[in-house]
Each structure stands twice: as structure tokens, then as C-alpha cells.
């Protein structure tokens, strides 16, 4: 299995090939499993009127909803549309660490030394990761070939092919876009943080220009418009050949370009373009370093989260400015969206104003909300796992306190964050004369931060009792809420358990302001998910 | 000037080594800087380290032997609390290492074997940030260390080479001027140059009061830098002792040269002798042996009944005891 750097690489991921595989076909057995009720259901017309609107909405993956009355139609609406979005996340996760992860690990200095050439070491490693997703996309294939039997339906095998080519193809882009940062980037994290944007930002671009036709034109520029034209299981869409193409060709300039940007450049360091070049250093300093972000260690958290604030806030900003500019184009489709029962069922009302149909982005802003909440966690964690826990704590540093001040960090960061966009979006509606509560606008985002604490207290909570599955936990959480939530009541979940979801407690606070009971109650859970993090990481080992 | 003055008073609240025993806890542990008794970790079956009796004195710099896997790195993190021992105690300038880790902790600088920091800070925020945390230290005195150890500190952290950020390492150690040093193979990546550079350091630190206490595979540093020496293996302390001390515990390696026949069958059967081998030295037969100190009244008493016409022998270096105990299994 570690004959060569493309097995080594097969072999790192067998982890997440494993547990990303059986997530995705869980989920695809559960969809599968429902299909007969739903759609061939008494309530059928209704349903099929509903996943129209839902597909109209911004935000909503997969870029519309045709033959939803066929199974192959219903699958790819429910599921596999909204594939490429999360298995992206994998594909940039794992394009970033094939190469700058190994440099910033320091394993990338010895198999440099084996009798390989650069473009070799990069082409197998790569080669890795496209194997690994299409390992991941191969079991969701097995999982939607076990669901056919399963609801005794039937798919052509050239046609299930090619809708998983389609994936696989989506993904594998986003992973090489990684590998493409990470080649003038200096770490791991900026080179996913920057492919993570691109697959962010290109998402909502392609899901605004669907609805806007002032920017149609934008859509071109998205991975996922080419792969939304393709729906081979869909036969009214069928594949287009045309978009598959230019998607493999996207593919290989990307991994032409990052290849000769590796032999190119310095091992250890970045291919210089004009943002990264380095600074020339003349002479030693004698000055004393007066920086307030040195002062200790709150100053210094704070003065790194910064970035992150802007990062995070700045594209969020811009897709509620964008929503609420297109308010007027899309409110006849939001309009009748909000007749389905689905939105009935979670509290929208059925009147067009603009605190309803702004809830609706509001509800996406949410999940993005909670990733940022993670990626907070993320950089606690590894504070520890990259060794660098060890020496701020040979300082007069007590444990509780450093957890404290790090939470405490967390929590301005995110306060701030929130303020950006939340100030931003004001500024926007007024500007735009939408009509909105301004004290309903700062619940809303009182309420993103409510849930922001409570995601990063649970994350903190987890990584002082298990500091090496904390983040995979967290993320599988948040993801089971999130269908809890979505599909709750598709799937006839008990009430009780659907409110368990913190999306669910994030309520409607655009339309009916602030519900301040499930607040309280997740700012009681976050003080006690940081008092169990402050209890167990004052009894544990510090992982080495 | 107010920078000065928090500075100045930092330096004067730091503990002389004088200093008693804050707490009191143990009796047993006044007088050392870092005191163990029956200290034990395990990380489920496997030993980390197992009932370590370790004191090491005040003002003295200790030098900590043993192969990889032997436990040192456990037994300085323990002592660190960054981990928890499984049984025992240790106290470090007799404090407890787990209940007065914050106070220890003002008290001692600290290098790991391995380590990490921020790859977009330079080394001069890096100090300054670790200075900070710290409460204050005197920056002369860090531009003091960064000429000797010819370290540039405008440079970032990921620039760095190895053995640069090895001396960032050893500059936030030493810069606070703790009262007891734990450095964990701490000339790792050095060159030769800055080697003797951080050896006249811990000299120095060491004539200031301050004791220091470092692990090592580097037999000669020990041997040139230390005053005592434990060696541990396999999670046990095999010997502590001062570097004279442990000639007690030397062999010699010996070669007897006869005018005769050598006597090979009489000091066969000696105890305390090993490895013989019959040679020529010339035209005379000759024995080379491994000789125990315990053993050597014997042996010369065996020798002179013949007719002996020459004897050489040598101290084996700290390298060949420490090689000794651990291909004997001792």
C-alpha cells in the first residue's frame, strides 16, 4: 500500500474516504427511502410545485429542479445537487495538504530527496486526491444502486456513471484550485482559506446570476454553472458534453500551471506574483517590536482574528447587499416559494414584505455563520496539535486562564463579525429603502452570534476531552442539525427532536424579532460547554 | 522608562536560589531544584516512565541520559505539567509540579525537543510576544543572545533554518534569566560554532545561581558541560551521579604484557574480568581485558606472579559506560 507517493496518498485519506462515504451514503439511503412516500405520496402535485420554488431559491444547491417526478429527477433535486458544494469542501481540504501541507509538515524535505522528479511527486500526489474523491463518489454510487433496490426503481448504468462523473469532475477542480494556492501561499490554512473563498464565493455567485439577469454573465466564471448544465439522470437535461469539456479543460490548466509553479519556485517558499513578493530585509532591527498584538495572550488572539473578521465578513456582506438589491426581481419567485408547505411549516409567512423574504438568505447566512464558528474552533485546536500549546504553556499561563482568554477571543471575533455584516447589511436596506425592523435587523444578528458561541463553546468543549476528533465531530453535528432542520419535516421527525436543531433555535428574528428563550437556554449550554472544556483540559495530557 | 522600570522589577521578584521552599510540601525536596520520588507515568500498557527517584541540586548544570524511547522527554514534560503523572511526585524549587505550575513557571525556561511557532512572526516578535507572557524582560539583553548565537532577528519564523529556529528556542529560554533552565536536547541543529557558544551560556547562566537541566545524546557535552549525570532507560533511572562518581562504577580496560607465557587460564577465572584476548606486542605475548574497579587488586596480584614487563590501561569515556549499560541490559 506505501509502494509509491500515489498509494501513500490513497492511503492518508482512507479515513476520510471512509467516513465522508458512509455520511454521504447514509444520507442518500435516507432520500432513497423516502422517495416512494413523497413523491408518489396523495400530496404529490404539492410537492412537486414545492421543490420547483425551493430550487428557484438563491442559495439553493443544484440549479433548478427538473423531472422531480422521476426518480432519477427526485435524486439529483435532493441529493446529488448538493453534492459537489460539500464534497468540495473535501476536495480543497485535501488539494491544500497534498503538497503545501507536507511542506509545512517538514515530510515534503525527505521524499524530495527520493529519486523522483517535482512534477512527478506532484502529478502522484494529486493523482492521490482524485483517486480519494473518486473513491468517496464511487460509494455513493454503491449507496444510490443499494436505494434502487431498495424503493424497487431503475437507472441506466451510463447514465449513473456520468452523473458521478460529473461530481467527481466538480470536486477534483476545487482540489486542484487548492493545490494551485497552495503554490503561492506560505501554509496550508491560506492556501483552503483562499480555495474555500473560491468555492464560496463562486457558489453564490452562480446561485445570484440563476435569478439575476444583470448578472447572468457572471455565471460563466462558476465551476458549478458547468456542472449545474449537466443532469444525466435528469432526461429532460440529460449531459452536456460542452460543459463536461470546459470543466476538464479548467482542470488540467490548473494542474498544468500548478506543476510548473512548483518547479519553479523555491521548496519551502511561494511562487512570487505580485501580491507575495518578498520584503527585503537590509539590516537586523535594534528596535524593540512595540506591537499591541504582542502584549499577550488576548491582545494576540484578538490581532489574528482580525483577518478573519474581514475574510469572513466582507463576501457575506456582499451576497445580502447583492439579495437585497435583486429584492424587487426576485419577489415574485420568493413570493411563491412561501406558499409551499415546507416554508409554512418553518414559521414564513405567506404575506411578499421584505422581513419575510429577507429571512429566507438570512436562513443560508446562518449555516455560513456556523462554518465560521468552526473554523474558530479550527485554529484553537491547532494551537495544540502544531505544537505550539507546549511553549506558550511552559509561561506563567494557567490552563483555564489561556482556554478563558481564547474563548473570550473567539467570542469578540465573532461579535465583530456579525457587526460588520450586520451594519453593513443596515446600510444596505436603508439605502435601498427596504423595509425592515431595525430593531428585528439587530436580534437577527444577536442571534448568528448566540449560535456562533454556543458552536464554539461545544468545539472547545470537544477539544479539551478528545483534542484529535473534536473538529470531525463538530462538523458531523452541525451537518446532522442541518438536515435535522431541512429535512425534518420531510422525513415526519418527531417536533421535539427537530427543535433540538440549533438552526431551528436560530428561529425567524427578521420577522418576528428575538425569541429570547432558546437564547438563554444556548448561552446556558455555551457557559456550560466551556466549563466542561476548562474541567477537562485541567486534567488532561497535552498531546505532543 | 517605564519599560525599564517594569523590567527591572520583573528581574528583582525572580527567586534567588537561595531561596526556600515556598510551599513547604516536602521536606525531602528542600535544596533541589527539581526533585522526584517514585514518579511514574504510563500511557495505558505501555511505560512512560516508572517509579524515577531524580534530584537534582541547585546551581548545578544535570545532564539526562538515555536512548530514544527512554523517557526523558516524558519526565521533562511531566515535570512542566503538561502532562499528569500516573503515581508519584515531583516538586520543581520545591513546588509542586501540578498544584504550583503557574508559580513554577515564572521561575524556570523552558526548550522542547520539538517545537513550533508562528511561521508569520519574526523572531523578534516571537521574543517579544514570549517576553510579554513573561512579564517583561530586558531587550539588551535578547539582542545580547541573538549576537552571540549570530541570529537575525528580522527575519519571519518559517524562514528560518533549523537551527535558527533553534536558537529563537534557546533565546526564549534564556532570556528572563530563569532560575532553572529545562532544555531538551537543546544543541539539536546547531553547528559546531554555536555549539560552544550555548556551552560558555550555560556556564555563565550556571556562575549567575541558576541551575540547568537538559537531556542529551551528545555524550561529550555532557561529559564537558556537567556536574551530575542520571542516565535512564526504558523509564528507569539506571544511575545518578556526579561525572567522578561514576568512575566508581568504570571499568578498565587493561593490557598486560609478560616476558613469559601470558596466563590466559588463571585470569579466566577471575571475577570482574571480561573480554580477554591473547595478542603479540612484538615478540611478547600479551592479554587485553575489561577489568571492573572492584576486581583490579585481584588481577594485579595475579599478573605479578608472573613475570609482568609492561602495563597499559585507559579509562573508558562517558560514551563507553553509557554504550556499556545499555548493550550489557544493566
Known amino acids: ?544 | 522608562m517605564a519599560e525599564c522600570q517594569k523590567v527591572v522589577v520583573a528581574m528583582n521578584t525572580i527567586p534567588t536560589a537561595q531561596t526556600p521552599p515556598r510551599y513547604g510540601q516536602n521536606e525531602n525536596s528542600r535544596g533541589f531544584a527539581i526533585y522526584t520520588e517514585k514518579l511514574s507515568k504510563s500511557y495505558g500498557t505501555y511505560r512512560g516512565i516508572s517509579e524515577l527517584d531524580l534530584q537534582v541540586r541547585e546551581g548545578e548544570i544535570f545532564g539526562f541520559l538515555g536512548p530514544n524511547g527512554a523517557g526523558k522527554t516524558t519526565t521533562i514534560r511531566l515535570l512542566l505539567n503538561l502532562i499528569f503523572p500516573t503515581s508519584g511526585l515531583a516538586t520543581v524549587n520545591g513546588m509542586d509540579s501540578r498544584r504550583d505550575s503557574v508559580e513554577i513557571k515564572k521561575q524556570i525556561g523552558y526548550l522542547p525537543g520539538e517545537f513550533s511557532l508562528y511561521p508569520g512572526l519574526t523572531g523578534a516578535q516571537t521574543l517579544e510576544y514570549f517576553s510579554n507572557l513573561r512579564g517583561g524582560v530586558a531587550w539588551n539583553y535578547v539582542l545580547e543572545l541573538a549576537g552571540r548565537l549570530e541570529l537575525d532577528l528580522s527575519k519571519k519564523f518559517r524562514q528560518y533554518s533549523r537551527g535558527n529556529k533553534q536558537k529563537v528556542g534557546i533565546i526564549q529560554a534564556l532570556m528572563h534569566r530563569p532560575r532553572l533552565l529545562i532544555l531538551d536536547e537543546p544543541t539539536s541543529g546547531l553547528d559546531p560554532l554555536n555549539q560552544q557558544e550555548f556551552y560558555k551560556l550555560l556556564q555563565e547562566v550556571r556562575e549567575k545561581g541558576s541551575t540547568v537541566f537538559f537531556s542529551s545524546h551528545i555524550m561529550s557535552e555532557v561529559e564537558k558541560t556537567c556536574d551530575r549525570v542520571a542516565i535512564i532507560r526504558e523509564g528507569r533511572l539506571v544511575q545518578l551521579g556526579g561525572l567522578d562518581e561514576l568512575t566508581g562504577i568504570k571499568t578498565q580496560q587493561l593490557e598486560l604484557t609478560f616476558a613469559g607465557t601470558a596466563p590466559l587460564a588463571e585470569f579466566e577465572v577471575l571475577p570482574g574480568v571480561s573480554h580477554l584476548e591473547k595478542f603479540m606486542e612484538g615478540t611478547h605475548e600479551a592479554l587485553r581485558c575489561v577489568a571492573q574497579s572492584e576486581a583490579l587488586d585481584n588481577l594485579l596480584r595475579v599478573a605479578t606472579n608472573h613475570h609482568l614487563i609492561n602495563i597499559a590501561t585507559r579509562e573508558p569515556s562517558l560514551e563507553e559506560i553509557f554504550l556499556q549499560y545499555y548493550s550489557n541490559g544493566q
Open chain 1, 1 to 544: 500500500m506505501l509502494r509509491n507517493n500515489f498509494l501513500k496518498t490513497v492511503y492518508d485519506f482512507r479515513l476520510s474516504i471512509f467516513f465522508w462515504g458512509l455520511g454521504f451514503a447514509f444520507l442518500i439511503l435516507i432520500i432513497c427511502g423516502n422517495y416512494n412516500d413523497v413523491v408518489q405520496g396523495a400530496d404529490r402535485t404539492n410537492v412537486l410545485v414545492g421543490y420547483k420554488k425551493l430550487a428557484n431559491l438563491p442559495g439553493y444547491p443544484g440549479g433548478g429542479a427538473p423531472d422531480t417526478d422521476t426518480f432519477g429527477g427526485f435524486i439529483t433535486f435532493r441529493m446529488l445537487g448538493g453534492v459537489p458544494l460539500i464534497l468540495g469542501i473535501f476536495g480543497v481540504l485535501a488539494g491544500s495538504s497534498i503538497i503545501r501541507g507536507e511542506e509545512d509538515k517538514g515530510s515534503l524535505d525527505l521524499l524530495l530527496t527520493t529519486p523522483h522528479s517535482r512534477t512527478m511527486v506532484l502529478l502522484q500526489k494529486w493523482a492521490g486526491m482524485v483517486a480519494a474523491i473518486g473513491a468517496i463518489v464511487l460509494i455513493t454510487w454503491l449507496a444510490l444502486y443499494l436505494g434502487l433496490l431498495i424503493v424497487g426503481q431503475q437507472l441506466g448504468f451510463g447514465e449513473m456513471f456520468l452523473a458521478h462523473l460529473n461530481i467527481w469532475l466538480t470536486c477534483v477542480v476545487f482540489g486542484s484550485l487548492a493545490l494551485l494556492f497552495g503554490q503561492f501561499t506560505l501554509s496550508r490554512k491560506a492556501a483552503a482559506g483562499w480555495a474555500g473563498g473560491v468555492l464560496a464565493g463562486t457558489y453564490l455567485l452562480e446561485s445570484l446570476a440563476r435569478s439575476l439577469k444583470e448578472l447572468e454573465w457572471l455565471q460563466y466564471l462558476s465551476p458549478f454553472y458547468y456542472h449545474n448544465l449537466s443532469k444525466p439522470l435528469a432526461h429532460s437535461v440529460g449531459t452536456h458534453w460542452g460543459a463536461i469539456a470546459i470543466q476538464a479543460g479548467i482542470l488540467a490548466v490548473v494542474v498544468i500551471t500548478s506543476a510548473w509553479m512548483y518547479n519553479h519556485r523555491d521548496h519551502n517558499n511561494v511562487y512570487a506574483l505580485f501580491f507575495n513578493r518578498p520584503k527585503i530585509i537590509t539590516s537586523q532591527p535594534q528596535t524593540r517590536p512595540t506591537s499591541l498584538g504582542l502584549r499577550d495572550t488576548f491582545w494576540f488572539g484578538f490581532h489574528s482574528a482580525l483577518p478573519g473578521t474581514l475574510i469572513w465578513g466582507l463576501p457575506i456582506s456582499l451576497y445580502l447587499c447583492l439579495t437585497t438589491l435583486a429584492m424587487d426581481s426576485l419577489r415574485g419567485e420568493l413570493t411563491s416559494l412561501l406558499k409551499s408547505d415546507i416554508y409554512r411549516t418553518q414559521g414564513f409567512l405567506l404575506v411578499p414584505t421584505d422581513s419575510n423574504l429577507l429571512s429566507l438568505p438570512l436562513g443560508f447566512i446562518l449555516v455560513i455563520f456556523t462554518a465560521y464558528a468552526v473554523v474558530q474552533v479550527v485554529g484553537w485546536n491547532s494551537e495544540e496539535s502544531e505544537g505550539r500549546l507546549e511553549l506558550i504553556l511552559s509561561t506563567p499561563q494557567s490552563r483555564w486562564q489561556l482556554l478563558l482568554t481564547r474563548y473570550l477571543v473567539n467570542l469578540l471575533a465573532s461579535a465583530l463579525t456579525c457587526l460588520l455584516v450586520g451594519v453593513i447589511f443596515s446600510l444596505a436596506a436603508m439605502a435601498l429603502v427596504v423595509k425592515l425592523d431595525g430593531s428585528y435587523i439587530l436580534a437577527s444578528f444577536f442571534g448568528l452570534w448566540v449560535i456562533c458561541a454556543v458552536v464554539m463553546a461545544a468545539g472547545f468543549a470537544l477539544s479539551a476531552v478528545r483534542p484529535g476528533r473534536s473538529i470531525a465531530i463538530i462538523s458531523g453535528g452541525l451537518v446532522a442539525f442541518f438536515f435535522v432542520d431541512s429535512l425534518g419535516g420531510l422525513l415526519k421527525l418527531p417536533d421535539w427532536f427537530i427543535n433540538l436543531s440549533v438552526y431551528r433555535a436560530f428561529g425567524k428574528p427578521l420577522l418576528y424579532g428575538i425569541d429570547w428563550t432558546p437564547q438563554f437556554v444556548m448561552l446556558g449550554l455555551s457557559g456550560v460547554f466551556v466549563a466542561v472544556a476548562v474541567y477537562f483540559f485541567r486534567q488532561r495530557d497535552i498531546v505532543k
